[in-house]
T-cell receptor, first 109, second 117 residues
Framework: RKEVEQDPGPFNVPEGATVAFNCTYS??????FFWYRQDCRKEPKLLMS???SGNEDGRFTAQLNRASQYISLLIRDSKLSDSATYLC??????????FGGGTRVLVKP | GAGVSQTPSNKVTEKGKYVELRCDPI?????LYWYRQSLGQGPEFLIY????????DSGLPNDRFFAVRPEGSVSTLKIQRTERGDSAVYLC???????????????FGAGSRLTVL
C-alpha cells in the first residue's frame, strides 16, 4: 500500500460547480498535511496547508480526518483556471514530505 | 535568489553516461529536497538535506544516485551509468527548515527534464 493515495481522476467539473476529493495516508503518526497545485509541465505550488480544525481560503476548503486518515479538498464555484492536478503531501518522520499521485481536475464551460 | 533555480532545464544523454543536475535554493533556506516525477505520477521523494548533511536519503533508488550539498546551499544530484528508466523530471525544493508553521512549506524549482536515450 502506498503511503499517500489519491484518486487520479480526471474529475470533469462544470464551471461554477463544486468538486471535492480525498487523499488517504497510511501512517497514523503523520503530522502535517498540505495541498499543492500543479499545472501541466510546471512545478507544484503550495495551495494551502491543512489544519486539524479544517480551514478555508476563498473558494477552497481543506479538511483533515485523523480517525479515518484522510484529508479532503473542496473547490466551490469552480473556475476554468482551477483546471490542474492537485497533489496532497504528508509530513511523516523527520521532515520528509511524501506526495500522492495527484488528482486531475478539468473544469469545463 | 528569489526562487529555486535548477539547471539544466533539459538534459538529453545516452544510456551509460554520467549526469549532474544542479539546484540553487532560496537564500537562507536550510532544508533542500530532491524529488523525481514521471509523467502522470506524483513527485517521488529521493533525498532531503538539512544544512550540509543528508537527513534522509531513503528515496535514492540505488547506488548510481548520489547527492551533495557541501556548503549548505547549492546541491548537485549525480547519476552514474544512466539508464532509460532514469528519464523523468527531477525537481528540487527548499524550505526554511526551522520550527514553525512555514518550516515544511516547500518551494519548488521548475525542474530538470532528463531524457536518457
Amino acid at each position: 500500500r502506498k503511503e499517500v493515495e489519491q484518486d487520479p481522476g480526471p474529475f470533469n467539473v462544470p464551471e461554477g460547480a463544486t468538486v471535492a476529493f480525498n487523499c488517504t495516508y497510511s501512517n497514523s503518526a503523520s503530522q502535517s498535511f498540505f495541498w499543492y497545485r500543479q499545472d501541466c509541465r510546471k512545478e507544484p505550488k503550495l495551495l494551502m496547508s491543512v489544519y486539524s480544525s479544517g480551514n478555508e481560503d476563498g473558494r477552497f476548503t481543506a479538511q483533515l480526518n485523523r480517525a479515518s486518515q484522510y484529508i479532503s479538498l473542496l473547490i466551490r464555484d469552480s473556475k476554468l483556471s482551477d483546471s490542474a492536478t492537485y497533489l496532497c503531501a504528508v509530513k511523516t518522520a523527520g521532515n520528509k514530505l511524501t506526495f500522492g499521485g495527484g488528482t486531475r481536475v478539468l473544469v469545463k464551460p | 535568489g528569489a526562487g529555486v533555480s535548477q539547471t539544466p532545464s533539459n538534459k538529453v544523454t545516452e544510456k551509460g553516461k554520467y549526469v549532474e543536475l544542479r539546484c540553487d535554493p532560496i537564500s537562507g533556506h536550510t532544508a533542500l529536497y530532491w524529488y523525481r516525477q514521471s509523467l502522470g505520477q506524483g513527485p517521488e521523494f529521493l533525498i532531503y538535506f538539512q544544512g550540509t548533511g543528508a537527513a534522509d536519503d531513503s528515496g535514492l533508488p540505488n547506488d548510481r544516485f548520489f547527492a551533495v550539498r557541501p556548503e549548505g546551499s547549492v546541491s548537485t544530484l549525480k547519476i552514474q551509468r544512466t539508464e532509460r528508466g532514469d528519464s523523468a523530471v527531477y525537481l528540487c525544493a527548499s524550505s526554511p527548515g526551522t520550527s514553525g508553521g512555514g518550516a515544511n512549506v516547500l518551494t519548488f524549482g521548475a525542474g530538470s527534464r532528463l531524457t536518457v536515450l
